[in-house]
C-alpha cells in the first residue's frame, strides 16, 4: 500500500505561481513513479506530469503544461513536486497526485494504483 497526501493548492491571479507537493507514505518512495494529473468539472482526469523511478529521473510533461510546470522530487523526504508558473484560469482544477512501482507509460491514469485525494488550484483572470 501506498498513501499519497497532496498540499500547496490555492487561490491564484493569472500569471502567478503555486508550487504543490506530494508526500508518500507505505512503501519505498525512491521505486515508485509519481505523476500528476487534473480534472476540471464535467471533465476527464488528465496527465499533467510524471517522473520516474531511479536515478534518471526523466520527466514528462503534457503539451499545455510544457514550459510553465516542472516536476521534481526529493527522495529524502519521499515527496514529489509540481511547480506551476505563469498559471493560465485554464488550469484551474483538482490536481491529483499519483503512484505506482511498475509502469511502462505515465500518461495514462489507469497506469497507476495509488491516488491522493487532490488539491484544488483556481487561478483567476
Known amino acids: 500500500q501506498v498513501q499519497l497526501v497532496e498540499s500547496g493548492g490555492g487561490l491564484v491571479q493569472a500569471g502567478g505561481s503555486l508550487r504543490l507537493s506530494c508526500t508518500a507514505s507505505g512503501r519505498t518512495f525512491s521505486t515508485l513513479t509519481m505523476g500528476w494529473f487534473r480534472q476540471a468539472p464535467g471533465k476527464e482526469r488528465e496527465f499533467v506530469a510524471a517522473i520516474s523511478s531511479g536515478s534518471a529521473g526523466t520527466t514528462y510533461y503534457a503539451t499545455s503544461v510544457k514550459g510553465r510546470f516542472t516536476i521534481s522530487r526529493d527522495n529524502a523526504k519521499n515527496t514529489v513536486y509540481l511547480q506551476m508558473n505563469s498559471l493560465k484560469p485554464e488550469d484551474t482544477a483538482v490536481y491529483y497526485c499519483?503512484?505506482?512501482?511498475?509502469?511502462?507509460?505515465?500518461?495514462?491514469?489507469?497506469?497507476?494504483?495509488?491516488w491522493g485525494r487532490g488539491t484544488q488550484v483556481t487561478v483567476s483572470s
Open positions: 499519483s503512484a505506482d512501482q511498475y509502469i511502462l507509460s505515465p500518461y495514462q491514469p489507469l497506469n497507476y494504483d495509488f
